[in-house]
């Protein structure tokens, strides 16, 4: 028999649901940025992900701003990701939208890194629809663009963007 007291969860919960009550205060310490690279390491991490891990974020006293990931992997994989280094901040900054990651530094003093889950699925990047409105307005600012090159890169760039968003 059960009595008042019991505190067991009756019906089924997502594993999502109670990792973040324990996880939560611990990224929150570790700042937005870090919480969002954690989130979005399958898609960040790319094939390295099976096998590498974030440990952190920390940002520099200097004036460009751009912070510094430390990702930790086995010491035989560490020529490996030291490769990958351009694609990891790449992706890393396409989830931001900006520019907020600009090196990495490797840890190999991890003992062991956790897979990550097998249902973990990458996250594709971002599509924009562009509303019709937008469109034509853009257009004619780029009509009045005087420099021809500038002009056609930048209808290229809105084409392209065009072409991008619609579906076959």
Known sequence: ??????????????????????????LRKQGKTFQDIAKH?????????EWSLPLAVTYPDTEDGQATLTVAVSSARAPEIQML???????????FGYLAIGRIRIDQSSAQIAKPSALA????????????EDKTAMAK???????????????????ARDHATKTP
């Open 141 to 159: 600012l780029i009509n009045d663009i005087k420099d021809p090159d500038l002009r056609q890169a930048l209808d290229a760039i809105l084409s």
């Open 121 to 132: 699925k990458p996250i594709p990047p971002a599509q924009w629809e562009i509303a019709e």
């Open 85 to 95: 280094i351009p694609e990891l901040i790449e992706r890393a900054n396409s989830c």
């Open 41 to 49: 390491w399958t898609y960040i991490g790319g094939k390295a992900a």
């Open 1 to 26: 028999m059960t009595s008042g007291n019991d505190n067991r969860l009756r019906r089924n919960t997502r594993l999502s649901q109670l990792t973040d009550h324990i996880l939560g205060p611990v």
